[in-house]
Each structure stands twice: as C-alpha cells, then as structure tokens.
C-alpha cells in the first residue's frame, strides 16, 4: 500500500516560472520529510527536507512547504532552470529504518 | 569523505540465470544499508536493509536475497532471475542511529532480465 503518493506523474514549466510538486502522505506517524530529485541513469540525491515540527523550510531556488492537518507537503522551486530538468521523489520516514518513497514527478523546464 | 560504489551500471541477463550486485561503501562504520529498486512507472521500492554483518531485513517477498558479508558491503543475490526482476537497483547507506533519514544512493543498476 502506497503510504507516499505524488499524484502527478509530469509537470512541465517555463524557465523562470515557478515549479510546484506536490505530496501525499497517509501515515500520521511520518515526522520527516525529504525531497530527492534523480537524473535519468542516476541514483537519487537528497534535495531538501522539513521535519513535522516546522511547516515550512527553504534553501535557496527550494523551498517545501509541510502541511500535517491535510498531510500533504509541496515542493517550490523558483526560479525554475533547464538543469532542474529530472524526476523528484517525496519521502517520508516515522519509526521505521527506511524511506517511504511515493513514484516520483519528472520536470520538465523548457527554454 | 563517505563514498559508495555500485555494479555493474547495467546487465542484461536470460531469464533463469543468476543475479550477484554489490555494493560498497567507504569513509564510514557501521552504515545502516539498503536495496531499492525502481521499476517502469513505479517508485522506488525498499528490497532489503541491514543494520550490521548478517543482519538483513525483507520488505517484499520475492525470489531476491540480500547479504552482507563485511561491514560495509552489501550483496543483492537471486538464483534464477524472473522477467519481473528488471528495474533499476540502487545500494544506499545512511549513518546508524537517530536521525538516520538521510539515505546516500549510489549510481544504480539497470538490470534487463530478458
């Protein structure tokens, strides 16, 4: 069962605009949350993340935003790049060892 | 500075035959490790992870196996691989104790079993 879920299998953005991923959660017990974003033939590399404490955590271009009520979390990303071009993987975490990760979003920022 | 090696970066193999990935780690002790793969238009999907030599935990039932012989190496086995078990695998390790949510991925595994 499918405790991460990006509903959004693509979105493509014009360079400059802004790029908006969203994020899924259904275990109430998630208190961490992590982006990676993964180029094709790659292994996945951590973007950003935002412990269940805050609602909010930016890091340049990046920003995620958390909302536990409705659990879901959205990524920003502005301006958005070509470079930004890949596929991005909302992540999860409570108790357990391991990563929940939902399907994933492929980007794609056009010129 | 932590480093983590992954290959062969693809294999093509027959159905039936046998599956040996490995994975390694350096620049660090003790890693908690995992097995992931990402299958066509699936995410990624926890296989195996082990918090020490020996030490192996299964997340989904399958004819894969997972073994880690030393520290810091991670094998991902099978004795006869199935058209199903083509994907791309990734290693991973993270650091042992709380917080340990941050995963390090190596380059992954294109596996096409045909």
């Known amino acids: 069962d499918q405790q991460v879920k990006q509903n959004s299998p693509s979105l493509s953005v014009q360079e400059g605009r802004i790029s908006i991923l969203n994020c899924d959660y259904t275990?109430?017990?998630?208190?961490?949350f992590l982006w990676y974003k993964k180029y094709p033939a790659e292994g996945p590399t951590f973007l950003i993340s935002?412990?269940?404490?805050?609602d909010k955590n930016e890091d340049g271009r990046f920003t995620v935003f958390l909302n536990k009520s409705a659990k879901h979390l959205s990524l920003h990303i502005v301006p958005s790049q070509p470079g930004d071009s890949a596929v991005y993987f909302c992540?999860?975490?409570?108790?357990?060892?391991?990563?929940?990760f939902g399907k994933g979003t492929s980007l794609l920022v056009t010129p | 500075s932590q480093t983590i090696h992954q290959w062969p970066a693809t294999l093509v193999q027959p159905v039936g035959s046998p599956l040996s990935l490995e994975c390694t780690v350096e620049?660090?002790?003790?890693?908690?490790l995992y097995w992931y793969r990402q299958a066509a238009g699936r995410g990624l999907q926890l296989l195996f992870y082990?918090?020490?030599?020996?030490?192996i935990s299964s997340e989904v039932p399958q004819n894969l196996s997972a073994s880690r012989p030393q520290d810091r190496q991670f094998i991902l086995s099978s004795k006869k691989l199935l058209l199903s078990d083509s994907g791309f695998y990734l290693c991973?390790?993270?650091?042992?104790?709380?917080?340990?949510?941050?995963?390090?991925f190596g380059s992954g595994t294109q596996l096409s079993v045909l």
């Open positions: 620049g660090t002790s003790n890693p908690n």
């Open positions: 935002i412990s269940s404490i805050k």
């Open positions: 275990n109430s017990m998630f208190d961490y």
């Open positions: 991973a390790w993270s650091s042992q104790g709380a917080p340990n949510e941050k995963l390090f």
């Open positions: 082990s918090v020490g030599i020996g030490q």
């Open positions: 992540a999860a975490i409570g108790s357990g060892y391991a990563l929940n």
